[in-house]
């Protein structure tokens, strides 16, 4: 397949996290290099990463936030002008906090994501727009790898980033579902929009 070509809800978009060293100790030098491509990413997110729990997904997301690079302008007031100009403003780390339907046997202590939250190291994610669930394939049951045979079966859009898992903050609910806010901070640039597939 190839990018989204239609308007539509991007209802089945998805978060997944790499914790495969191998493959973190191979991007991380290219991103510095500015050699790192498409190619470098996706193989941390192949279908033996999934069965193997090196890569995992992000179930049960409500809602994801903005993606993409944020605007890093200050308006400056002008003496005698009507209006501000506008300079570009100091670099910070971006951060993104992600609401979720709260599971706490996926996120206890000993649980592979669990075991994630504000541990400190560095890991690669994927997020992936998507308008149509992607074909079931072996060794992976949902079809989430980063292949032809995975995502590639619909259309898709993905981006990448090294990053750090901050924090859970888990919100009760009297009349709704227990919800958990998520912080992950950006580490690197966001790389993307890619696709799988032609």
Request: hydrophobic residues 40%; contains cysteine.
């Amino acid at each position: 397949m190839a990018h989204i070509n239609t308007i539509g809800a991007s209802m089945f978009s998805d978060l997944a996290v790499s914790k495969d060293t191998t493959q973190i100790g191979v991007i991380t030098p290219k991103i510095a290099a500015g050699t790192v491509a498409q190619t470098d990413f996706e193989s941390a997110f192949q279908a033996a990463d999934f069965t193997a729990n090196t890569a995992i997904r992000i179930r049960n997301v409500r809602e994801f936030p903005s993606m993409g690079t944020p605007p890093n302008v200050v308006n400056v007031p002008v003496y005698g002008s009507k209006t501000s100009q506008q300079i570009q403003g100091q670099a910070d780390a971006n951060s993104m906090e992600i609401t979720m339907n709260y599971v706490p046997a996926d996120w206890a202590s000993n649980s592979t994501l669990g075991a994630l939250v504000g541990d400190g190291k560095l890991y690669c994610f994927r997020f992936t727009l998507m308008n149509a669930d992607p074909t079931t394939q072996a060794g992976n049951t949902e079809g989430y790898a980063s292949s032809a045979a995975g995502l590639g079966t619909t259309q898709n859009s993905e981006y990448y980033f090294m990053g750090k898992i901050e924090a859970l903050l888990v919100n009760p609910q009297l009349t709704d579902a227990t919800t958990a806010t998520l912080t992950i901070t950006l580490q690197s640039a966001l790389y993307g929009a890619y696709t799988l597939g032609t």
